[in-house]
């Protein structure tokens, strides 16, 4: 089975700061890669993804790195906001198979 | 114009009543999923429908049965709720060749 974990279960920045947040997962046969953001009482939301056939996508101030060779994912956040503040979850898949695992979750509290 | 919709929003119930949780979805989507969010914020797949067909159905107790009336509905029904079924369900859509999920807002449920 899939296993994907966080390295950090919480993480504390200031606001302005560069966050980062890390997974890793252990399925090599996973090719997709997405992060949510869960707000206190809201389901996830999409935040950015990328396949395996990319190290490195860009958004809107965030960034989500992907290591194939250690199974691991980032995602950074510029300047970060205190509406930043949330849970940040990364999941995988694989091609076909419409059945994403997600990881423990990583608790990002911003300080103004 | 909510995209994907669940009701209610909070349940609170005694431990062996049977309840019914509403999930749609105007997305267009012919992919839906129940996912269960414990109280570590794990979120793990419990079943997944695509054009009304069951194709995921991970190790969950028999006392859940999903429903699909049609494309846009998935509905869940949880008998003889016990203890341990108190947790939040999100609904969650995608287009069965995309591993995109959209999530609803959840459903608190609290047996008592």
């Known amino acids: 089975g899939e296993s994907v974990g966080l390295h950090l279960p919480t993480l504390s920045v200031q606001e302005g700061d560069n966050s980062i947040i890390n997974c890793a997962y252990s399925?090599?046969?996973?090719?997709?890669f997405i992060w949510y953001k869960q707000e206190s009482g809201k389901g996830p939301q999409f935040i950015i993804d990328?396949?395996?056939?990319?190290d490195k996508r860009q958004g809107q101030r965030v960034t989500v790195l992907l290591n194939k060779t250690v199974k691991h994912l980032s995602l950074q956040i510029a300047a970060t906001q205190p509406g930043d503040s949330a849970v940040y979850f990364c999941?995988?898949?694989?091609?076909?198979?419409?059945?994403?695992?997600f990881g423990t979750g990583t608790r990002l509290t911003v300080i103004p | 114009d909510t995209a994907v919709s669940q009701t209610p929003k909070y349940l609170v119930t005694q431990m062996g009543n049977d309840k019914s949780i509403k999930c749609e979805q105007n997305?267009?989507?012919?992919?839906m999923y129940w996912y269960k969010q414990d109280s570590k914020k794990f979120l793990k797949i419990m079943f997944s429908?695509?054009?009304?067909?069951?194709?995921i159905n991970e190790t969950v107790p028999n006392r859940f049965s999903p429903k699909s009336p049609d494309k846009a509905h998935l509905n869940l029904h949880i008998n003889s709720l016990e203890l341990g079924d108190s947790a939040v369900y999100f609904c969650?859509?995608?287009?069965?060749?995309?591993?995109?999920?959209?999530f609803g807002p959840g459903t608190r449920l609290t047996v008592l």
């Open positions: 969650a859509s995608s287009r069965w060749t995309e591993e995109l999920q959209f």
């Open positions: 399925n090599s046969a996973s090719d997709y």
């Open positions: 990328i396949r395996s056939n990319m």
């Open positions: 999941a995988t898949d694989q091609t076909g198979a419409n059945n994403l695992f």
């Open positions: 997305l267009g989507h012919d992919t």
């Open positions: 429908y695509n054009n009304k067909e069951l194709i």
